[in-house]
C-alpha cells in the first residue's frame, strides 16, 4: 500500500526549531501539516467572529448602555482581538500536524497551549469526517478520531478530501490489525 | 486446551418471561391504589344503595339521578380492565433470550423494541434489589456495555434465579466453559419451603451468594469506621457551617431571606450522607472467578461483577480529615454508564473506607499486577511519602523544584512511575491522592503545554481514559522528562493493548490473589 496520507507538506523542522535554547514541547519526527487552504476555513471563522464582536460592541456604545469612552473602548478591544487573531491564523494553522507512527498517531495543535495527543491505533472507536460549508467550498474534510475517551480530542482539520478519506481507510485498517477491546 | 463444551443456555436459548409481579414493581402500584379507592368507594355506596342510608348528594347520587351512573360505572371499569390488560400485555411481551454471542430483550407493545448486548462487550453485571421488590422475591438484573444509555435491563427476575441467571452469563462471556458446564447447581428444590419462609431467607441471606463467592469479603468496615469517616468529611463541615449560620442568622433576628439559600443546602446534604450511607453499609468486595463483585446496601441492596479488565483508573484517595486515622477510600473509572434516571449508577466505589492493609488486599483484587512484591513499595511510597523512595529500583519520577511556582505546596508529591503493567501517578499534598491506570487501558495520551509553563519549562501529562471519578492529570512535570515519559507510556499502551483484546477472558489468570507476581493478568493467547 503506498502511504495514501501524504497530504500536505512534510516538515521534519518544526518552524520554531530554529531557536537553540527551546522549552517547547517538540517531539521529533515526520509531521505532516494539513492544508494551507485551510487557512481560509479559519480566516472566514475570524471574519465572522469579528463581525459579530465588532457588531455587538458597536450597538453597545451607539446606544450608550455604557459610560461613554468605555463603550467605544470595548469596540477597540474587539478590533484589536480580531486583527490578532487574522495575524496568527497561518501560524495556528501551521501548528496542526499529525504524524502516522508505527503503532500509534500523533497529534499536535497550539501556539500559546500547546497539545500533543499521542493514540494507539487499537484504541479507535470511530472515525468520522466531517465538512462544514466553507472546507466543503475549498474541498477540505475534517477527520476525528474518537476512542472510548471524550477527552482525547483528535480532530484533523483541513484534509483534501481525498485524502481524508484515504487517511480513513489507512487509520481503519491499521486499528483492524490492532484491535484492543476497550 | 479442552474441547469446549457448551454450557447449558438458562431456559435452553428459548425466550423467558420476567417475574409476574414485574407490571405492579415498575409502577403498577398506582393502578391497584386506584382499583382500591374505587372498591372501597362503590362498595360503600353499594352497602347504602341495597341498604339505604341518608342522602348527601354526592357524585354517585348526581350520577344515579340523572341516569348516568351505568355510563360511569362502565367506563370507570373498561378503563381499569384496559390498564390491567396493558399491564399484562407488556408483561408478555416483555421477554428475553440468552444465547453464546449475547443477551437480547425485546419489549414494548405498539413500539416494539429489541436490544441486544454482545456477551464480550460486557462491561460489568449489577444485581440490584430494591426493598419493595425484594419483599415481592424479586430483583434487577443490569448489563452494563460501554456508551451512553446501553445498558440492558432485565426487571424484574425472581431473586432466586438471577445469581445463577448472572453465573451463567459470565460463564458464557468468560472462556471456561468446559469444565464449569456441567456443574452449574439447579437446586430449584425449594419450592416446599412455603413461601414466607423462603422471603425471610432471601431477606436475611448475605449480599453475595455463598456457593458464588469465597464466603468472606477482603475487607470488613465496621459502622463506628463509616460514621467516623463521614463526620470527618468536607461535607460535614459544610453542613454544620449551614447549621451554624442559620442560628446565629436566626438568634439575631435580622431578616431571614438567607434561610431560603440554606435550608435546601442543609437538605441536599442529608440526603447525600443517606445515600453515602445507604451505598457503603454492609459493603462487601471479593474475589470471584469471574471478576470482582462489590455488594453494598442495607435495604435495598446491589451487587456488582466486573470482569477483568473492566477498570480504567484506579485512585486511592485521602481526604484530609481522614489522616489523623490513616483512612483510605478507593474508586475507580469504568465504562458503561447507567442513565441518570434510574439511580442506578455503576458502582464506583471500591473501598469507601479502610485502613492501610485493606488498601492493599482490594488493589490486590483490582490489580493483581500491581500488587507483586517489587511494585508494592510504590503504592505505600505513592499513599504517603513524598520525595524519593531510597532502595528501590523503580521509582516515582519527581516533579521538578521550578514547579513550586505553580503547584507550590503539591509539587513535593508530584510523580509518575511506570510499574509493570500499570502507570502510576502521585499528587496532592493535602488530598493525597494516587491514580493507577493499566497500560491496556489508556486510551490515549497527552502532553500539554500553557505560556506559564513553557516559561519555567514544565509541561503536564494526562491519561485520558473512558468518563468517571478519577482524572489521571499530573501538571508540573520537567519537560524533557515528560517528552521521553510519553514515549515510554504510548509504546507500554501500546504493548499492553496488543497483548489482550478485551473482550472474552481466561480464568484462572486473571485473579491470582494479591501474590501473584503476573505481569500480564489477562492473557489472551488461548483465547481464540
Given at each position: 500500500?503506498?502511504?495514501p ?96 507512527r ?10 500559546m ?26 474541498g ?10 471524550a ?16 487517511l ?10 490492532r484491535?484492543?477491546?476497550? | ?5 457448551a ?22 402500584i ?61 408483561w ?38 430494591p426493598f419493595?421488590a ?41 472462556t ?64 454544620i ?41 454492609r ?29 480504567h483508573?484506579?485512585?486511592?484517595y ?13 474508586r ?37 499486577g ?47 512511575a ?56 499530573l ?7 515528560s ?17 489482550e483484546?478485551?473482550?472474552?477472558w ?21 483465547v481464540?
Open positions: 500500500m503506498s502511504d496520507t501524504n497530504v500536505a507538506g512534510h516538515d521534519a523542522q518544526h518552524p520554531s526549531d530554529s531557536s537553540p535554547v527551546t522549552k517547547r514541547v517538540e517531539i521529533g519526527g515526520d509531521w505532516r501539516r494539513v492544508s494551507p487552504k485551510y487557512i481560509g476555513v479559519e480566516l472566514v471563522g475570524v471574519a465572522l467572529f469579528g463581525v459579530v464582536a465588532i457588531g455587538a460592541t458597536a450597538v453597545f456604545a451607539l446606544t450608550k448602555w455604557f459610560a461613554e469612552p468605555l463603550g467605544w473602548i470595548l469596540v477597540g478591544v474587539a478590533v484589536v482581538v480580531t486583527l490578532v487573531m487574522f495575524v496568527i491564523a497561518p501560524r495556528r494553522v501551521r501548528s496542526i500536524g499529525y504524524q502516522l508505527d503503532d500509534d498517531l500523533l497529534f499536535r495543535r497550539g501556539i497551549f500547546h497539545r500533543v495527543v499521542s493514540v494507539p491505533y487499537g484504541r479507535m472507536q470511530l472515525i468520522d469526517i466531517n465538512r462544514g460549508p466553507v472546507a466543503r467550498f475549498l477540505l474534510a475534517e477527520l476525528r478520531f474518537v476512542t472510548a475517551a477527552a482525547t480530542g483528535v480532530t484533523i482539520p483541513g484534509l483534501a478530501d481525498a485524502d481524508a478519506d484515504a480513513r481507510d489507512a487509520l481503519v485498517s491499521l486499528a483492524e490489525t484491535r484492543a477491546g476497550l | 486446551m479442552t474441547e469446549p463444551v454450557p447449558p443456555l438458562p431456559g435452553g436459548g428459548d425466550w423467558l418471561r420476567l417475574h409476574p409481579a414485574t407490571p405492579l414493581l415498575k409502577g403498577g398506582g393502578l391497584i391504589a386506584v382499583i382500591g379507592f374505587v372498591l372501597a368507594n362503590v362498595r360503600e355506596r353499594l352497602v347504602e344503595m341495597f341498604v339505604g342510608g341518608p342522602d348527601s348528594g354526592d357524585l354517585f347520587d348526581e350520577l344515579n339521578r340523572r341516569g348516568h351512573l351505568g355510563w360511569a360505572i362502565a367506563i370507570v371499569v373498561g378503563g381499569l380492565v384496559l390498564g390491567v390488560a396493558a399491564f399484562y400485555l407488556s408478555r411481551m416483555h421477554t428475553y433470550r440468552i444465547n453464546d454471542e449475547a443477551v437480547e430483550v425485546r419489549s414494548g407493545i405498539l413500539f416494539r423494541t429489541h436490544r441486544q448486548a454482545r456477551l464480550d462487550r460486557i462491561q460489568g453485571i449489577a444485581i440490584t434489589r419493595i425484594r419483599l415481592f422475591g424479586a430483583a434487577r438484573l443490569e448489563l452494563s456495555v460501554a456508551g451512553q444509555d446501553a445498558k440492558v435491563q432485565l426487571a424484574y427476575l425472581r431473586g432466586s434465579d438471577v445469581d445463577r441467571l448472572r453465573h451463567d452469563i459470565l460463564l458464557l462471556a468468560s471456561r466453559r468446559a469444565e464449569e458446564g456441567a456443574g452449574a447447581p439447579a437446586s430449584d428444590a425449594s419450592g416446599s419451603a412455603g413461601i414466607i419462609g423462603r422471603r425471610v431467607t432471601e431477606l436475611l441471606a448475605p449480599e453475595l451468594d455463598p456457593s458464588e463467592a469465597p464466603p468472606e469479603s477482603v475487607v470488613r468496615i465496621s459502622p463506628l469506621r463509616l460514621a467516623g469517616s463521614l463526620f470527618a468529611s468536607g461535607a460535614t463541615i459544610f453542613t457551617a449551614g447549621i451554624v449560620a442559620l442560628g446565629v442568622l436566626a438568634a439575631s433576628g435580622r431578616e431571614l431571606g438567607f434561610v431560603f439559600l440554606i435550608v435546601p443546602a442543609i437538605l441536599g446534604s442529608a440526603g447525600y450522607f443517606a445515600r453515602k450511607v445507604t451505598r457503603s453499609l459493603f462487601s468486595i471479593a474475589a470471584t472467578p469471574d471478576g470482582v463483585r462489590v455488594g453494598y446496601g442495607l435495604l435495598t441492596t446491589s451487587n456488582d461483577t466486573l470482569p477483568p479488565g473492566r477498570i483508573a484506579i485512585e486511592v485521602q481526604p484530609l480529615l481522614w489522616r489523623p486515622f490513616d483512612w483510605w477510600a478507593i475507580i473509572n469504568r465504562a458503561g454508564h447507567a442513565s441518570s434516571g434510574s439511580g442506578s449508577q455503576p458502582a464506583t466505589t471500591m473501598l469507601p473506607v479502610g485502613t492501610r492493609a485493606d488498601v492493599d488486599k482490594v488493589l490486590g483484587l483490582l490489580l493483581p500491581l500488587a507483586s512484591a517489587d511494585t508494592r513499595h510504590l503504592i505505600l511510597a505513592g499513599m504517603v511519602s513524598s520525595g524519593p523512595t531510597p532502595g528501590f529500583a523503580v521509582d516515582f519520577v519527581p516533579a521538578p523544584r521550578r514547579g513550586r511556582w505553580l503547584r507550590p505546596f503539591s509539587w513535593r508529591r508530584t510523580g509518575y511506570l510499574a509493570g503493567d500499570a502507570v502510576l501517578l502521585r499528587k496532592g499534598l493535602v488530598w493525597r491522592q494516587l491514580v493507577a491506570v493499566p497500560a491496556a487501558r489508556i486510551q490515549s495520551l497527552r502532553i500539554e503545554q500553557g505560556p506559564l509553563s513553557r516559561a519555567l519549562d514544565l509541561c503536564s501529562l494526562t491519561l485520558d481514559t473512558v468518563a468517571g471519578p478519577v482524572s489521571a492529570t501538571s508540573v512535570l520537567d519537560r524533557a522528562g517528552i521521553s515519559a510519553f514515549d515510554a507510556i504510548s509504546r507500554a499502551a501500546t504493548a499492553a493493548g496488543a497483548l483484546d478485551g473482550s472474552r481466561a480464568n484462572g489468570t486473571s485473579f491470582g490473589g494479591p501474590g501473584s507476581a503476573d505481569p500480564h493478568p489477562q492473557r489472551p493467547e488461548d481464540r
